[in-house]
């Protein structure tokens, strides 16, 4: 969701393909040639140093130039029995402000040990080299989708997830995807949660989960993190509110200075008063050409058109319900955010604002990411939600 709640509160590019010369019998050329494509790689990761995850997993696989180095290791591998590793950091974890309770971890780095063998490798796969999906605390993610969304808009993050060995429910809440419920007739988070809450209820004594929220999610999320707190090993917010006890996710909506992009989604958001108009909204519904610029500024249009046809109307009353989150339940989850810095429906400014407010244990962040980073960055946040499984 947005800012505007508040205004009523009464593909890859083609690739071209490339051939490396034979260096049979040219030992002199095969190191040159092999000299130039490590610098040039050199070159292109003190480049990448930030945080920009997506485009620095797509390199490694897909340019040119690392197909050229992936073939020559192949050819070194098979003239001289052997091949070189190669080292490449893929993530830079940024540090929130200290939390009040709970471990405290360290600023870190992540680095994978990238093995260029075969040049049809793909960008997941290098991400999900080592890992050891049966010694992690919690295997299996929960994915919680944002107001108007449903489980639909995952669909790139189930599959890379569920790649990787990963257990994955993408959950539609109450009145979203397939569900046959009126939005209209949504009035608490109880209700809007409860295909969340039947997930949970389903899993093993001893079954813990990483519950992922995304925008309106991230109120859906706290209010099983309070239900659940042994069923739950991580709770990660995704350009999601994050509250704390005594909020809403409109209190949170509506806490920072008006921007461009809340002029926006005011012009976006259509409210809807099926109880009549002397009585409080009970939906609000999107005007579709407004949100593809809100929501999906940096997303294909594929992913626009599919978008569009499958958003539904969001509930009011589960954005206006104020929960109640204990220290003893909420605050012993371990709580991640994500930052989309591109986002024009919840700014990174107020994004921040809400880890300033209620600070998570750790925080990281995805640049030229749009609201929906699981459609214009679905490989940097595969990549940091399989990071974040592996914190303990």
Known sequence: MGNAIRCISGDNEGRKKFSLPSFKGKPAAFLSSLSFQKKNMKDREEKSCETNEDDSIRDISFMSSDRALAAAFVHNHQTNGGYNSLQRTISETVMG????????????????????????????????????????????????????????????????????????????????????????????????????????????????VILVGHDLGGACISYAMEQYPLKISKAVFVAATMPFNGQSALDLLSQTQQTDSENLMQKAYIFLYADGKENPATSIDLDKDISRELFFNRSSTRDKALAAVSMRSIPFGPAVEKLTLSEENYGSITRLYIKTLEDHAIPASQQEAMVQSNPPQQVFQIKGSDHAPFFSKPQALHRILVQISQIR
């Open 97 to 208: 402000p200290p939390r009040k309770h709970g471990p405290h971890v360290q600023r870190s780095s992540s680095s994978s040990q990238v093995l260029l063998i075969d040049r049809s490798i793909r960008p997941q796969q290098l991400v999900n080299q080592g890992i050891k999906v049966d010694e992690l605390e919690a295997s299996h993610f929960v994915l919680v989708h944002g107001g108007g969304f449903g489980a639909w808009c995952w669909y790139k993050t189930v599959a890379l997830l569920e790649e990787a060995g990963f257990t994955v429910d993408a959950v539609n809440l109450t009145g979203s995807g397939p569900s046959l419920s009126d939005s209209n007739n949504i009035y608490s988070l109880a209700q809007y949660v409860k295909p969340l809450t039947d997930v949970i209820d389903k899993l093993g004594q001893e079954n813990k």
